[in-house]
């Protein structure tokens, strides 16, 4: 059978095409490497859900895909990929056979966009700290019908204001999404390609890694409710900070985070010249379950014009082998940062607790490999509380990357 990765026409794209569902495979299936240069054939741009969690998740985005047209967004994609030069991989979007072993099939499946705007008062103005679009670089035996690869991406962060109004207008929101999905710079759009110039995408992964569980502790929800957040939608970005700073710091492709789902599922993909068919999302090997404990404020000084703040951020990180039911990394964390801030501001604790997730969380996936003696001292509580050694600390998180992250790459020993 025969497939052309052209787009589809939006209205069957945006009710058809990525849809993730849950049904628990029985056995993992691993990519293996081809000989280079691996042809991989361009699928185009997808949404990650049903047409529903799109727009609920991706409002301006899905607006904006819907009006681009999913073929112009396909070829302007297709048009920096075609450039990119590389000894071991061939991309094109010339027929392919999906009874060929040699069908590889890549899509860039949006997730979802982050808005999270605020009001200052004493600007009379809206504002965003981080607009951004977050996606998967996708890859997939078309044969076998299964997924080989998956590699998080996100765009810049747009940071800005709509001024005189309390209220942030449509026409603002959908431009700040726009530009971190098509602007200039290190917009999605523009990302992709550059990504795409060393991603390891033709070689074999010996095992797969997934975020499973994220619990959230009473500080967290209150911080969430008090912002406005809904904890769907903070599971999905936290989850996408850890995917995202584990795979660039590790080196190694992660898993879709599958918010509510069993480990493992399926996941339908339509093709400009097919109906729907499924695409196996293999179960985890390893698993790291989240728990955010919480977020606190604590004011240590003030002037009758400044007040310095202590934010804190508080979360527990467990990898595990949900087969064999074993831990090899289980501490918790706090990390805090301390900010003098104008009273007349007004800015909500979240802007701040958002950044400190987001800094807190690439530095943990830096340490793994080489863990620094004075960073873990100031933020891993078990040794903080001195309840372990700091050799013992040590040894956890060299396990990491000894047990898991090297088995999943196939380092040679």
Not at 169 to 182: E, M, V
Not at 248 to 276: C, D, H, N, W
Request: glycine content about 6%; hydrophobic content about 40%.
């Amino acid at each position: 059978m025969n497939f052309r990765v052209s787009g589809a026409a939006t209205k069957v794209f945006l009710s058809a095409i990525a849809l993730i569902s849950s049904s628990l495979l029985a056995f993992p299936q691993k990519g293996v490497a081809q000989e280079p240069p691996q042809t991989i054939y361009w699928a185009g741009v997808a949404f990650v859900g049903s047409p529903a969690e799109v727009k609920q998740r991706s409002p301006f985005l899905s607006e904006i895909v819907e009006e681009q047209g999913i073929s112009t967004l396909n070829q302007r994609a297709w048009s920096e990929l075609e450039k990119i030069e590389r000894k071991d991989i061939r991309f094109t979007r010339d027929l392919g056979s999906t009874e060929s072993n040699n069908a590889i099939a890549m899509a860039l499946a949006l997730d979802f966009e982050q808005l999270n705007p605020y009001y200052i008062p004493a600007l009379h103005s809206v504002c965003v700290a981080q607009a951004q679009v977050y996606a998967q670089i996708l890859t997939f035996d078309m044969a076998q019908k299964k997924l080989l690869s998956a590699f998080p991406i996100v765009s810049k962060g747009v940071r800005d204001c709509e001024q005189d109004t309390d209220v942030l207008s449509k026409t603002k929101g959908r431009d700040w999404i726009s530009d971190a999905f098509l602007g200039e710079g290190e917009s999605l759009i523009n990302e992709f390609p550059s990504a795409m110039k060393d991603l390891p995408l033709n070689r074999g992964w010996l095992a797969n890694i997934q975020v499973g569980d994220i619990k959230l502790g009473s500080h967290a929800k209150d911080a969430l409710v008090a912002r406005g957040i809904s904890e769907r939608f903070y599971k999905r970005w936290l989850a996408a900070q850890v995917t995202s700073n584990m795979s660039a710091k590790a080196a190694i492709p992660v898993l879709p985070y599958s918010l509510g789902q069993a480990i493992g599922g399926a996941m339908p993909l339509r093709f400009s010249e097919t109906s729907a068919f499924n695409i196996n999302l293999p179960p985890a090997d390893y698993v790291l379950d989240l728990t955010a404990r919480g977020y606190v404020k604590k004011t240590t000084g003030e002037t009758a014009n400044t007040i310095d703040n202590t934010y804190i951020f508080g979360v527990g990180l467990s990898f595990k082998h949900p087969m064999l039911d074993e831990v090899y990394f289980e501490e918790n964390l706090q990390f805090f940062e301390g900010r003098r801030e104008n009273k007349a501001d007004g800015i909500p604790p979240w802007e701040s607790f958002e950044r400190l997730t987001v800094t807190s969380l690439r530095q943990v996936f830096s340490q793994f490999s080489d863990p620094d003696q004075k960073w873990v001292k100031k933020y891993v509580n078990s040794l903080k509380k001195k309840k372990a050694s700091w050799k013992s600390v040590r040894k956890s998180f060299q396990r990491v990357e000894k047990d898991i992250f090297s088995q999943i790459r196939g380092d040679l020993k």
